[in-house]
């Protein structure tokens, strides 16, 4: 709905300022200055919303309390007679998830001689993927190289992120770009047919590689084809509830539950590649979430219990430009490369108040001091609260054209709802967007567990405690190719043994023994919202 009344005086109010910060900017913050915004105001930083994993390998790691709450719950088998002789398929590679990662990840096995089946929860490409708007990363220009984007990646992720990851992801990035290119993806490209490109936040140099706003939707369109045209076996609307290990310990296969039978399945397997996604289903801290629909960490669980070595799940990311109103596109992202084509963060009296390209973790944490301590947030008539994105900026800046040119996505989903945003700012706050920890692997993809593998947002270490814009894409991709050409030739190797279930029946025991209650049971699978609501009010920012 358009904006209404209540809150077209702070509109006004960004209109009148915009002259006078056209070219102005904040300038960056310092490191002393960001550990001290982000200790005092980012929800990484509350104590009270972490709890401790109290069962598993990971025993003692603090995470999300409604990750924990998950981890540390009984398995939706425990009460189920599952008969391990009878399996219903066997394959060389099983791939868990059908999101950039996992699709990567299957035709890439696939290209290296392994059989390979597909299972994933929902629809074919469903994921957080065909989301994603800003871009790729990449560099990919004269005045760019890996070791200038190594860097950047580091300080991003305060310096925790695993080197190795990070060198490999930097090193092939510029190889996945044209891969992708050569697929088929419509990148945006210059004049002279190079690529376009824009300086997402905490980058240095223009290495984000875009398809208007569409990116991920783009890039998924190509693959998804590439599935079917070599007819890769998809099994739709198939959760993994428990992953299959061996009387050796090696992953094995995993358990499907097909949503339309309603029954439990074997899927046999010589290696697993896990490409479940992310949480922001289980809206950690009370955030709305920019995450598709099946994000619910369940990847995460089954790992744990089957002894998969997790890392940095204690942090969250939070986009700062969640959209905010209207209420039926809470939490939707607004893409980052509006920021980088000009458009400023204001509060409501049109105040700029921190650098428009600051890495995400600081910019959100700036935005929550906004609306909570300096009480300079926009309230709905809701109880929502959030600040102006000043979108108007982009054609000032840029000439007219650039917005609709650019970000015609945004720009439909807002108009249905009677807002323009190249003539209006947006109403955004701070959305759960990514998990930055998830299971330790490898450069290959390769977990502690033999025969696991685990790619994309359910991966841990790349990103350290802070992921930089547009790597996301370029994580998936990256690692999803290395992880099914090592797979595959895994393959070869690996004999399977006797299929067995014992570690989850072990979970459930100790969770017994030791008086564990959750009142759940996992993995989720899906978010059931009948009587939750994920609403941050202006209580919420206190």
Sequence with gaps: ?????????????????????????????????????????????????????????NKGIKAPQELTALIDSPSRLISESIDLTKVAYKTDVLVIGCGGGGVTAALTAQENGAEVMLATKLRLGDSNTVMAEGGIGAATLPDDSPAIHYVDTMAGGRFKNIPDLVEALVTDAPYIVDWLSELGVNFDRLADGSYFTHMPAGHSRRRSHSAKDITGLEIMRVLCDEVRNRKINVLEFCPAVE???????????????????????????????LATGGMGRLHPSGFPTSNHYGATADGLVMANRAGAKLIFVGSVQYHPTGAAWPEQMLGLLVSEAIRAQGAQVVNCDGEQFVNRLETRDALSATILRECGERGKGVVTPTGMMGV??????????????????????????????????????????????????????????????????????????????NRLGSNSLQDIFVFGRRAGAHAAHKTQSTNIGRLSLEHVKAHSRILQQEGIDTGKISPLLLPDYRFEKALPTVEHQK
């Design 1 to 57: 709905m358009p904006y209404p009344d209540v809150m077209q005086a702070s509109i006004k109010k960004a209109k009148q300022s915009r002259k006078a910060r056209i070219n102005q900017d904040f300038s960056n913050l310092q490191n002393h200055e960001k550990t001290n915004l982000l200790e005092t105001y980012h929800p990484d930083f509350r104590r009270n919303q972490k709890k401790e994993i109290q069962v598993g390998i």
């Design 243 to 273: 992953l299959l290990l061996d009387d050796r310990g090696q992953c094995a296969g995993a358990v499907l539950f097909n949503f339309d039978t309603e029954q439990y399945f074997l899927v046999e397997a010589k290696v697993v590649i």
């Design 388 to 465: 102006w994105l000043d979108t108007p900026l982009v054609d000032l800046i840029d000439g007219d054209g650039t917005f609709i040119r650019r970000f015609a996505g945004i720009h439909s989903r807002l108009k249905k709802y009677g807002i323009d945003p190249i003539r209006e700012p947006i109403l955004v706050y701070p959305t759960q967007h990514y998990q930055n920890g998830g299971v330790h692997i490898n450069t290959h993809g390769e977990t502690n567990v033999p025969n696991l593998y685990t790619v994309g947002e359910a991966s841990g270490g790349v990103h350290g405690h």
